[in-house]
């Protein structure tokens, strides 16, 4: 699997829309945020955790910046464009089983799925184009 690639298309993908990535240290709780134009991942993370945690930033980024949502909509999701990009690019769930991508949005409102659909499609063009 060629995470680290992944990685760095999506760290350009980032740049392009004016987006900083780093890494610093962060508490354990949180893998990382998204502060204004940037994206603070904590250090140390594995790549597929890296991944996964810039999908689900960038996401806040793409479908949330000028959205008056709830918090728990935005969160709920940042992670079904995080599980549908990830299961895509054959990440594994965190018990390490491929992620069933017919599952991903079965409980999403109605409203979301517009929004995590074409957020993943953006997402999933920059981590592969070439």
Known sequence: MRLQHFID???????????AVFRTPLSPWVVGRMDDKQIVLRSGLSKERQLLTLLHELTHFLAHTDAQL????????AEAVEKLVGGQLGLKDPMGLAIDLSEVTDDLLACS????????RTLLSAALDS
């Open 9 to 19: 298309r999506l760290e350009q993908f980032s740049a392009l829309h004016g987006i």
């Open 70 to 77: 709830d918090r728990t909509v935005c969160e709920y999701e």
């Open 113 to 120: 799925v517009v929004r995590v659909r074409r957020v993943a």
